[in-house]
């Protein structure tokens, strides 16, 4: 879903109805045209409900779409009368007497997938539960031998709370909730069926042993069950959009690289000639005119396709030892088996590869950050290790040892994605937050944890909770700190948290919505998925901070694991306007920055040339780009 161009389904009572595709058609009438009958179960339809009966005749009944499809998602909200026994057929083949395909049984306690063989009056003759075909794939991989042993679970087990603390993000329920309206997503491609209910309440993925079966699709209800469906969307998952590259007037582009090295980028004058240079992935690109570069390490490329990269999620520039040279510091999620942060030496203006060093390990957030956390104007690596909050600064004795680690929280349940770090409490030292809360810091460093004050700076969705750099500024000018946040880095959401003070001085927090699901609760209608990468700078030179974000395409690889994995890599600002007519004082403001590009971990926001402009670099699985702000349109809204 991406822009105002999405539709918005019409909502059932209580129910929010979000399919994360844009979808080619929906039902929303009160004829079945278009659709035929098999089985005795009952079928009507009116203002866009379609229900089944099974209960009258006592037997199951299947309502089929006319027109067949090979790859096809589908969306419905649904809710049963009594128990459940409803599900989805798609590629419905009819093959002499005999109808097969592949089925989504949804039951209570059998939220599965088969291959079933009907007879022509829809009576099921066989049925064959599929084998699990893992996540982040786009093809089902061959059968495994009974020495490799069960199948993986699909999602990582959560550490549990700290004792005594109640968790402001609850997992979603598993399950169905009976008696209530649920939502499924069902999306086959290729030879994997994939079905999310209730935006992560349970997940199916399955291989269909096969990809070249080509039917329509049917909704199913039970002997002795009625069920609604609502809501009804699909779209013919061949077709995919590559839109026309758009490129917001304020900047223009250079691409530095058409290649997948990494998900990230930063700054420095790295060799000390009074220009700023990028550093993206393996390579450094030399300013002024970044077209020439080299590498600090071994560079190759990795299919955009298939691959991630493995050297840097996040990359870093600073003088860490202290020599008068930027150094590089990659950090990489540890959840893969990969090492942590790895510091990279200048070999001040040596023509050569760059020494390197692990330096902290292990890392298990997609995000990490900078940050003076204690004060003595030198940055610190903020970020989550080993289940606990962290920050940690290079050993005075040898920067290119292990790093000194400070865990400032207890160890928790802490997500990979939602890094932040600012003064919320107005105390003049920076406290860390992340998307369970934030964390206090004390007025000196005693080695005990800092006081957590929970707070949901995130939404659990189908694979995890939180979002990229969480931003933490004065949104409203009330001169207190608020928070600006990716609610799900793989999902929806970006919200503000608009800070309050009590008469005692105790802090609370209200969400405003920015981008939610729908264009109706966004600013400016815009919706995207996968926010993965963000960043907070004053773009339009008001002196206010904005928050810049993008979608992040093929987010967990090429396949249907994430929420519209094919949607434009848009790349966008909001500019933070304070408004005390709106909501909390202040309203977001979008606009297009770029349609083909997205973003990475993060993104980099600086005046490259030092024209007064501020300047974005962004890497993907499409390549590194800068779009060059352009001087004396920055602020040309006022």
């Known amino acids: 879903m991406v822009g105002a161009s999405c539709l918005l389904l019409s909502a059932s009572p209580g129910f929010a109805q979000t399919p994360s595709f844009s979808p080619d058609k929906s039902f929303q009438g009160s004829s079945l045209d278009g659709w035929h009958t098999m089985g005795s179960a009952k079928w009507q339809a009116e203002n ?21 499809y090979q790859d096809t998602g589908v969306y419905a909200s649904f809710k049963c009368e009594g128990p459940c026994d409803t599900g989805i057929l798609l590629r419905a083949v009819k093959t002499g007497n005999y109808i097969q395909g592949v089925f989504l049984s949804i039951k209570q306690n059998d939220l599965a997938a088969y291959r079933v063989t ?19 794939i786009r093809f089902a991989p ?14 990582r087990p959560v550490v549990p709370a700290p004792a005594g603390e109640t968790m402001p993000l609850q997992l979603p329920a598993r399950g169905l909730k009976m008696g209530d309206w649920n939502e499924v997503e069902v999306l086959l491609d290729a030879d ?25 699709f049917a909704l199913y209800v039970g002997a002795g069950t009625e069920v609604h469906f609502h809501n009804i969307a699909w779209k013919d998952l061949a077709f995919k959009n590559v839109p026309v590259e758009k490129v917001s007037p304020r900047f223009h582009e250079q691409r530095l690289s058409p290649f997948y090295y990494g998900w990230s980028a930063a700054a420095a004058d790295f060799d000390r ?9 393996p390579f450094i690109y030399y300013g002024p005119d970044y077209t020439r570069y080299r590498e600090i390490y071994p560079a190759q490329g990795y299919n955009s396709s298939t691959e991630f990269s493995s050297n840097d999620w996040v990359e870093h ?4 030892t202290g020599d008068g040279w930027p150094d590089v510091l990659t950090t990489s999620h540890a959840g893969g088996g990969l090492v942590g942060a790895v510091l990279y030496v200048n070999p001040k203006g040596e023509s050569r590869r760059w020494k390197s060093s692990i330096v902290v390990s292990p890392i298990n957030s997609e995000e990490t950050i900078l940050a003076d956390v204690d004060g003595d104007g030198k940055p610190e690596l903020v970020y989550m290790g080993d289940d606990y909050m962290c920050y940690a600064k290079p050993d005075p004795k040898d920067p290119t040892k292990p790093w000194i680690v400070h865990r400032i ?39 005990a944890p800092w006081k957590y004050h929970p707070e949901p700076f995130g939404r659990w969705g189908r694979t995890s909770a939180g979002g990229s750099e969480i931003g933490v500024y004065d949104v409203n000018g009330d001169g207190l700190n608020d928070v600006v946040t990716v609610m799900q880095a793989h999902g929806w959401g970006i919200d503000w948290f608009e800070q309050k003070r009590s008469a005692d001085g105790q802090i609370s927090f209200v969400k405003h919505v920015i981008m939610g699901k729908t264009p109706e609760e966004s600013a400016g209608g815009v919706v995207f998925t996968e926010p993965h990468g963000s960043t907070i700078a004053d773009v339009d030179g008001d002196g206010i901070p904005d928050f810049i974000v993008g979608k992040r395409l093929w987010s967990h690889l090429d396949d249907y694991y994430d929420p519209d994995p094919y949607g434009a890599p848009v790349l966008y600002w909001f500019r933070t306007v304070r408004d005390p007519k709106a909501p909390g004082g202040a309203r977001f403001e979008p606009e297009l920055i770029d349609n083909r590009s997205g973003a990475g971990s993060d993104v980099l926001a600086v005046d490259l040339n030092k024209d007064g402009a501020i300047d974005i670099v962004t890497s993907v699985r499409s390549g590194t780009y800068i779009f060059w702000g352009t001087p004396g349109k920055q602020a040309s809204h006022k």
């Open 48 to 68: 866009g409900t379609i229900d089944g009966d099974g209960r009258a005749a006592n037997a199951p009944g299947w309502l089929v779409l006319d027109h067949p």
């Open 273 to 281: 000639d009074g220009n700023l240079d990028i550093v993206s992935g």
């Open 118 to 136: 009907l007879d022509a009056s829809g009576n099921e003759i066989e049925r064959t539960k599929l084998r699990n075909a893992g996540g982040l």
């Open 317 to 320: 520039a600073y003088d860490f």
């Open 142 to 155: 061959p059968l495994p031998s009974p020495a490799e042993g069960p199948e993986p679970p699909l999602r």
């Open 192 to 216: 994997i069926i994939r079905a999310f209910f209730n935006d992560g309440g349970a997940q199916v993925s399955t291989a269909t042993e096969g990809m070249d079966a080509y039917g329509p």
């Open 409 to 447: 929280s207890e160890k928790g349940p802490w997500p990979a994605h939602g890094i932040g770090a600012g003064d919320i409490n107005g105390d003049g030292r920076v406290d860390i937050v992340g998307a369970y809360g934030w964390w206090e810091q004390p007025a000196s460093d005693t080695g």
